[in-house]
């Protein structure tokens, strides 16, 4: 995965939260956190305009260079829609959309379960969210 993967996947992760049209303190953390864990910087203009819901996610899905990337976008995407609750309808098709674009199935309902799980564990600190994303991050090498 390079640079560009990393700032592709952080501009993802934003639409991400932003599909249901309520971006919670909650998501703009693991956002936050899973960019500075890739090197990506917190006045990126990719991913703080993907905030404000610009950005296309065809356009992000197709750039990615790799298959690791392409697993960690959703990884890291899924995280962020999970990490303030059990995911809603708007959450839901953004995710099957992204999985569309990126040519993926999508997780088992397992890996789903397990990162909604995780998510909302580490929804009480910073830390936490830290080890949220250190398992997305893990899982994404699989």
Do not use: K
Request: glycine share 8%; with cysteine.
């Amino acid at each position: 995965m390079n640079r560009q993967d990393a700032h592709t996947i952080i501009a993802l992760a934003a639409l991400a939260a932003n599909a249901d049209g309520a971006l919670s303190t909650e998501e703009r953390v693991s956002i936050a956190d899973a960019a500075a864990r890739l090197g990506v910087p917190s006045d990126d203009a990719r991913w703080q305009g993907a905030l404000t819901g610009t950005g296309d996610v065809a356009q992000l899905a197709h750039a990615l260079s790799s298959e690791e990337a392409r697993i960690a976008a959703y990884d890291v995407a899924a995280a962020v829609c999970h990490v303030d609750g059990s995911l809603n309808a708007r959450e839901s098709a953004f995710l099957s959309a992204l999985s569309r674009e990126l040519g993926a199935s999508g997780p088992s309902a397992e890996t789903s379960a397990a990162i909604g799980a995780a998510a909302r564990a580490s929804a009480g600190s910073a830390a936490a969210v830290s080890d949220a994303d250190a398992f997305i991050l893990d899982q994404a090498m699989l």
